[in-house]
């Protein structure tokens, strides 16, 4: 059920107590990306209540994704340097306490690089609680966002607007938010924009697929 998902909005992380497992958790609905967004821009219509959001969204959902072609698959590099695609593991749909992850979890060690997954502009640096040091980056049409948290830190000069070419350094592995400090990742989301491209929000696609091609 594609339109179902339409509300979900960025996703965070955390290691289950007492095991290697990395998990993370989708903040739920739209009610709580409108607040972790309203300091960052105050413009944002306030989010209506949850179950109005999420009506309108499941409403508008399938004319979102109609005439919209996804990254082709394989289109996208590992976002991770040193990372090969066959190290990979698809982690898109397992759960997350009540949600389902959507998106993709690629263990390395703290400072590892973190690259651009391909072409496309910077549009918000964000630090969230649950996400840390977060990177939204959109494509060059602006109809999908590439999203990377739990950043140590950004890369050097990093800024609002930069364009990034695939392979662009965008910050280093680490554990920020609510990740846990023994496990850093790179917690990488794909999603597709809604017509009004707010960056934090969207329809989710897994990106393993469009990193590591057919399976
Ligand atoms: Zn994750």
Not at 138 to 166: C, I, M, N, S, V
Request: hydrophobic fraction near 40%.
């Amino acid at each position: 059920m594609v339109a179902r998902r339409a509300v979900r909005t960025v996703a965070w992380c955390a290691v289950i107590a007492g095991s290697v497992t990395i998990g993370c958790s989708d903040e739920a609905v739209r009610e709580r990306a409108g607040r972790h967004a309203a300091p960052a821009a105050p413009s944002a219509p306030v989010a209506p209540s949850a179950p109005a959001a999420a009506a309108a969204a499941s409403a508008s959902a399938p004319a979102v994704l109609a005439g919209i072609h996804p990254p082709s698959p394989g289109s996208l590099r590992v976002p991770v340097a040193g990372i090969d695609a066959s190290m990979l593991r698809d982690n898109y749909e397992q759960a997350r306490g009540a949600q389902r992850h959507e998106a993709l979890d690629i263990p390395a060690p703290r400072g590892t690089p973190v690259v651009a997954a391909a072409d496309g502009r910077v549009v918000k640096l964000f630090n969230s609680k649950p996400g840390g040091l977060t990177v939204y980056q959109f494509d060059p049409t602006e109809r999908y966002a590439y999203y990377y948290a739990h950043l140590d830190r950004y890369a050097d000069g990093l800024k609002e607007g930069a364009w990034l070419k695939r392979g662009d350094p965008v910050g280093t592995v680490g554990s920020t938010g609510n990740a846990s400090a023994d496990a850093p990742h790179l917690h990488f989301a794909v999603f597709v924009l809604g017509a009004e491209r707010q960056w934090w929000k969207g329809t989710p696609l897994n990106p393993y697929p469009l990193i590591v091609g057919q399976r």
